[in-house]
C-alpha cells in the first residue's frame, strides 16, 4: 500500500514536473470526454422526450388496448368494461402512478379547404393536467376541449386545412359496426407541432368520440397506464403480470406483439375470432416506428465515441513514447536504485490513468456546462428533424450514471492506452538506458 | 222521438262526412305504404338477374388536388349464393388485385404482397367512393323500410321519392336512404345517402340504363350504364362508374375462389 502511494507521488509530481504536455493531454483527454457527455446527454435528452411527449400524448408506460370484433371481418380498437378492468390493472401493479382512459379511432377530417385522414383521440381533458402541460398552444383555449364537439388540432394540419380557432370541421368515421357516420366539431385549440405524432393526431372529448362510433359509456379505446417514475425503465415484467393478471381475470388476452395498436389491425382482421380480446402494450411497442430514431441516434453516437476515443488513445501513446524516450536515463536510475520492472510499469501506467481521471473531470465538467448553455439557449430543431425528436429545440440531459460512466472510461482507456509504452519501458535494462543519449 | 231520429240522423252524417275522409286516407295511407314496399321490391326485381354476371366497368375516382385514380376491373356476380368477385385490370400498379366475398366476408388480395386481407363489406372499393353494394345485385326491399316522401319532377322524369330506413339488426354502410324513382320505368335516378347523425354524404345519379335479355331469368333485366357520385362531405370529390360490357352466361364454377384470383396475377 505504502508502495502504492509512492509510486502514486511519483506519477503526480511527474504530471507537475511535465506541466506543458500534461496541460496538452489533458486538455485533449477533456475535450474527448466533455464530447462523450454531450453525446451521451443528446441520446438521453432524445429519449427523455420522446418518451414525455410521447406518455404524454398517445401512449401510457403501459397500455390496456384491444380489439372487438363484431364479425371476424369488422375490428374495432375498443376496450369495453373498461373499469373493471382498469380495477384488475390497479390490484396487479402497485407501481401504477396513475391511469387514464383514451378514446381511438381513425376518421377524415374535413374542412372547406380540404381534408386529412387523422387518428382520432379522444380525451377527458380535465382528468390530464400534465397534457396540457405538454402541449404549447398556439392559440385558442385547450380547456375548452371540455366541451362536446370540440376539437384540438396541430399547426400543420390547421396550416394545411386554413383553419382558425372556432372554425367548424366534420369528421367522418364508420362506427364499429360499419355503419356511416360524422360529427360536426368547431376547432377549440391550436398545438404548436412536436414531431411526427402531431402529424396525424387530433384531440376531441371522450364524449364526442363514442358519440362518433357508436360506443357505450363503459367502453373506451386504451387504459393508459403511468407507472412511478422508479419503474419506467423496468416493463417487461409488470408488461407480463398485467396480462396474466387479465387472463387469471377471465379476460381474453392477444399474444404479446411488440408494434402499435393501428399495424396490428390487418393481424386481427385475418383471425376468425369475434367478440373482445384485450392487448397490453408498452411505449415502446407503440412507438416502435419512432424507436428506429433512438437506434440510430445511439448508433451514431457509438461510432462517434470510438473514433474519439481511438484519437485519444493514439494520443496518450505518442505522447508516452516520447516521456519515455526522453526519460530513459531517469528509468535507468530508477531501476538502478532497485525500482522493480512492474514497479517501472506501474508508475507510467498510474501517470496516464491520473491524467485521464483530471482531464475526464474537467471534461464532465465542460460538457454539464455546455448542456447546460444548450438547454437554456433553447436552441430550434429543424423542422425535418423535429419530426422524429418529438421536439422543437434541442434538450441535453446530463444524467450521474452517465457522468460516472465517461470518467471511469476515460480514465480505463488512458490507462489501457498507456499499457504498451508502460510494459515497454519496464523492459528496459539498467545499463541501456542509463548509457541512452537522446 | 221524431226529434231524436233527426238528432241522430245529423249525427251520422256528421260522423260520415268527418271520418269518412279520415277512414279513407287511412286506407291510402296504408296502401301508400305496401305500394312503395312493392315499388322498391319492383327496383330490385328490374336489376335482378337470376343466374350469373359478368361485367366490365370502368372506374373513375377525382380528388381535390389530386391526380385523378383510374381502374379498369371486370365484376362477377352470382345470384344463387350472392357471390362476388372485383378483379382490377388497370392500372399496371393495381393489375391482379381484387376483391372477392365468402360468406359475409370480403376479402382483398394483392398479388404485390401476395396475402389475403378480410375487409369491411362496407370497403372503399379501390380508395374510391364506390361501396361493394354499388357493383352488387340491388337489395333494397330486403335492407330498408321504405317510406313515402311525395313525387318530384326530375328533369323530365316524373320521380317516386322515398325515404329508406335500415332495418334493424342489418349493419348497413348508410343507415338512411333518400331515393328517386322513375314512376314509368321503375329505374333509380337519384340516390342520396346519409350517416347516423344524418349528415349528407353521397349523392348519386342514374342518368343511364340499358336492357339486356337475361336467358336465366327469361325477361329482360336493366342496369345503370353510368353511375355518378358526388361527394356531400368534401365537395369537389366525385366517383364515375361506368359499366361498359355486361355478359350474363354462366360462369365457371369455381371462380368464386381465392385460388382463382390469385391465378390471374401469376
Known amino acids: ?438 | 222521438m221524431k226529434k231524436n231520429r233527426l238528432v241522430a240522423a245529423l249525427f251520422l252524417l256528421v260522423t260520415t262526412a268527418v271520418l269518412g275522409p279520415l277512414r279513407s286516407n287511412i286506407a291510402v295511407a296504408a296502401a301508400t305504404k305496401q305500394e312503395m314496399v312493392d315499388l322498391l321490391k319492383g327496383v330490385d326485381d328490374r336489376q335482378k338477374n337470376q343466374g350469373d354476371w359478368k361485367s366490365g366497368v370502368y372506374i373513375e375516382q377525382k380528388e381535390k388536388g389530386k391526380v385523378a385514380v383510374v381502374y379498369d376491373a371486370l365484376v362477377f356476380r352470382r345470384s344463387a349464393d350472392q357471390k362476388f368477385m372485383i378483379l382490377f385490370q388497370k392500372p399496371k400498379a393495381s393489375e391482379g388485385q381484387g376483391y372477392l366475398r365468402v360468406d359475409k366476408n370480403l376479402w382483398f388480395y394483392d398479388p404485390a404482397v401476395g396475402k389475403w386481407e378480410r375487409r369491411t363489406e362496407r370497403e372503399r372499393i379501390g380508395g374510391t367512393n364506390s361501396r361493394r353494394s354499388d357493383f352488387d345485385e340491388s337489395r333494397l326491399a330486403e335492407e330498408y323500410d321504405p317510406e313515402d316522401a311525395g313525387t318530384e319532377k326530375l328533369g323530365a322524369y316524373d320521380a317516386q321519392v322515398m325515404n329508406l330506413k335500415g332495418k334493424a339488426g342489418l349493419d348497413l354502410a348508410f343507415p338512411v336512404i333518400k331515393l328517386w324513382v322513375d314512376r314509368d320505368t321503375k329505374n333509380v335516378l337519384k340516390r342520396q345517402e346519409f350517416a347516423l347523425s344524418g349528415r349528407l354524404l353521397r349523392t348519386s345519379y342514374y342518368p343511364k340504363w340499358k336492357k339486356i335479355f337475361s336467358e336465366s331469368k327469361k325477361a329482360d333485366i336493366w342496369y345503370p350504364q353510368e353511375i355518378r357520385f358526388y361527394d356531400e362531405v368534401e365537395k369537389e370529390n366525385s366517383t364515375l362508374i361506368l359499366i361498359q360490357t355486361v355478359d350474363l352466361h354462366s360462369l365457371e364454377p369455381n371462380l368464386f375462389t381465392k385460388a382463382w384470383l390469385e391465378s390471374k396475377s401469376r
Not at chain 1, 259 to 275: A, I, L, N, Y
Request: net charge neutral; charged share 20%; aromatic share 6%.
Open chain 1, 1 to 438: 500500500m505504502f508502495a502504492f502511494l509512492v509510486d502514486a507521488r511519483i506519477a503526480l509530481l511527474n504530471l507537475v514536473e511535465h506541466r506543458r504536455r500534461t496541460i496538452f493531454l489533458g486538455s485533449a483527454v477533456a475535450v474527448v470526454t466533455m464530447l462523450l457527455v454531450l453525446l451521451t446527454a443528446l441520446s438521453t435528452g432524445v429519449r427523455q422526450t420522446l418518451i414525455h411527449s410521447a406518455t404524454t400524448l398517445s401512449t401510457g408506460h403501459l397500455n390496456i388496448g384491444g380489439f372487438y370484433k363484431v364479425t371476424a371481418g369488422q375490428a374495432g380498437p375498443i376496450v369495453t368494461d373498461y373499469e373493471k378492468v382498469l380495477g384488475v390493472a390497479q390490484k396487479a401493479l402497485p407501481e401504477m402512478d396513475f391511469a387514464v382512459e383514451r378514446g381511438r379511432g381513425w376518421a377524415k377530417v374535413v374542412a372547406d379547404r380540404g381534408s386529412f385522414q387523422s387518428a382520432i383521440n379522444g380525451i377527458d381533458i380535465g382528468a390530464e393536467p400534465a397534457f396540457k402541460k405538454a402541449l404549447d398552444i398556439e392559440s385558442g383555449n385547450i380547456d375548452d376541449l371540455a366541451k362536446p364537439n370540440t376539437i384540438l388540432v396541430f399547426e400543420a394540419q390547421a396550416k394545411k386545412l386554413e383553419l382558425k380557432v372556432g372554425d367548424a370541421v366534420t369528421i367522418s368515421s364508420q362506427t364499429t359496426r360499419g355503419v356511416a357516420n360524422t360529427i360536426d366539431c368547431r376547432v377549440a385549440a391550436i398545438a404548436r407541432d412536436i414531431g411526427l405524432l402531431s402529424q396525424w393526431n387530433t384531440f376531441i372529448p371522450n364524449e364526442s368520440l363514442r358519440t362518433l362510433y357508436q360506443l357505450r359509456p363503459d367502453v373506451t379505446g386504451a387504459i393508459q397506464i403511468m407507472l412511478k417514475p422508479q419503474y419506467v425503465e423496468h416493463l417487461a415484467p409488470l408488461a407480463a403480470r398485467l396480462r396474466s393478471s387479465l387472463e387469471q381475470a377471465g379476460y381474453r388476452v392477444m399474444e404479446p406483439d411488440a408494434r402499435p395498436f393501428w399495424m396490428k389491425f390487418q393481424t386481427v382482421s385475418r383471425e376468425d375470432w369475434t367478440g373482445q380480446k384485450y392487448d397490453v402494450t408498452t411505449w415502446e411497442d407503440e412507438l416502435q416506428f419512432l424507436m428506429w430514431t433512438l437506434t440510430a441516434l445511439n448508433g451514431i453516437s457509438i461510432v462517434l465515441v470510438v473514433i474519439l476515443i481511438a484519437i485519444m488513445v493514439t494520443g496518450i501513446m505518442n505522447t508516452l513514447w516520447i516521456a519515455i524516450r526522453e526519460r530513459t536515463r531517469e528509468i535507468g536510475a530508477l531501476r538502478a536504485i532497485g525500482m522493480q520492472r512492474g514497479a517501472v510499469a506501474r508508475l507510467f501506467l498510474m501517470e496516464a490513468s491520473a491524467l485521464g481521471l483530471l482531464g475526464g473531470c474537467v471534461g464532465v465538467v465542460l460538457g454539464a456546462g455546455v448542456a447546460a448553455l444548450v438547454n437554456a439557449a433553447h436552441i430550434p430543431v429543424p423542422k425535418a428533424a423535429q419530426l422524429f425528436l418529438m421536439a422543437d429545440t434541442v434538450h441535453l440531459a446530463v444524467e450521474p450514471g452517465a457522468v460516472m460512466f465517461a470518467i471511469v472510461l476515460i480514465t480505463l482507456v488512458s490507462g489501457a492506452a498507456a499499457l504498451y509504452p508502460s510494459l515497454r519501458a519496464a523492459r528496459l535494462r539498467p545499463v541501456d538506458a542509463m548509457s541512452h543519449f537522446g
